[in-house]
């Protein structure tokens, strides 16, 4: 049994990966953007802000340190405490060439694990994302190998960044508690059941239960719900135990028919949804506590 948690954190997904700006004009893009949606989202409450980079020319995704870099600093020459949450997710996608399904087909960003996690080793956030899924996602393919997670979950480590593990279906529960069990992974855990991507778990109540009883008692969750299930989701987690998240990479609709003007609107309408259930928002210091980060280290630390 699980019970409703007395503080929840709100976690802001500013930008994403797969967010497109002919989706919505209000997606943040450029460093600035990104470090501005980030703070605008501390000031609605959000106690973590989850990053993706994009290059400001296209916005479209980007692996760029530099970019990383700017952002984080941006945002801590205003706010030392907000929690730090920096994905490692960009360089796991397949698309096999029609030809030959062997060789990689355009759209492929697969690369090298090291490297999905070079940032995370350079700048050292408190939180890095670990997505542990291999599935059709849409149209593609994602690949996470057992192998490769435990090499980026090693330099996370290294980093002295926690991981947060992102679980699309069951079967990233299964393995999560192999490594575990191996020691490539510490209790207690930090992971989010993401909800309503295109071909992983499906959006419902049944769902985050069923998912929340196969983790380890003492894990924390977020339960995550992709477009229209991004607000049922909060309260869905809420009520199960969990911490919530919203914001432009999850969804861009903030009302049906009715484009979110912002990511910090997003985290206003999470909180009232929580407030209105009974809820109480933990701030970016009790979150550090309640996710066992170090308040004082990360406020002291420069990056290098
Ligand atoms: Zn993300």
Request: net charge neutral; with cysteine.
């Amino acid at each position: 049994m699980r019970a409703i948690l007395p503080k929840t954190i709100i976690t802001c997904a500013v930008t994403g990966n797969l967010t497109t700006i002919e989706q919505t004009p209000h997606l943040p893009v450029t460093p600035e953007q990104i470090s501005d949606a980030c703070l605008a989202a501390a000031e609605a409450s959000a106690a973590v802000v989850h990053i993706h980079v994009r290059d400001p020319k296209t916005a479209k995704p980007s692996m760029e340190l530099e970019y990383y870099r700017d952002v984080i600093e941006r945002i801590r020459a205003k706010n030392t405490q907000l929690v730090l949450n920096v994905t490692t997710g960009p360089g796991g996608r397949f698309v096999p060439s029609i030809e030959d399904p062997r060789v990689a087909g355009p759209g492929t960003t697969l690369i090298a694990p090291e490297k999905r996690v070079a940032h995370i080793a350079a700048l050292k956030p408190d939180i890095a994302t670990l997505d542990l899924n291999t599935m059709n996602s849409g149209k593609e393919v994602v690949i996470n190998t057992p192998r490769n997670v435990r090499v980026m979950a090693e330099i996370i480590r290294a980093a002295g960044a926690k991981p947060e593990i992102e679980l699309f279906d069951s079967g990233d529960i299964a393995l999560m508690q192999d490594m575990l069990k191996d020691g490539s992974l510490e209790a207690p855990i930090l992971c989010s059941v993401v909800m309503g991507v295109k071909y992983g778990f499906q959006p419902s109540p049944e769902t985050l239960l069923y998912a929340r009883n196969l983790l380890p008692a003492d894990a924390t969750f977020t339960g995550i719900g992709i477009g229209r299930f991004a607000f049922p989701a909060v309260a869905q987690s809420y009520l199960a135990g969990g911490h919530v998240r919203v914001g432009l990479e999850d969804s861009v609709m903030i009302d049906k028919g009715t484009l979110a003007p912002s990511n910090a609107a997003m985290v206003e309408k999470a909180r009232r949804i929580l407030e209105d259930l009974g809820g109480q928002i933990a701030n970016a210091t009790e979150a550090r506590e309640i996710l066992g980060l170090s308040a004082r280290a990360t406020a002291a630390r420069r990056i290098a």
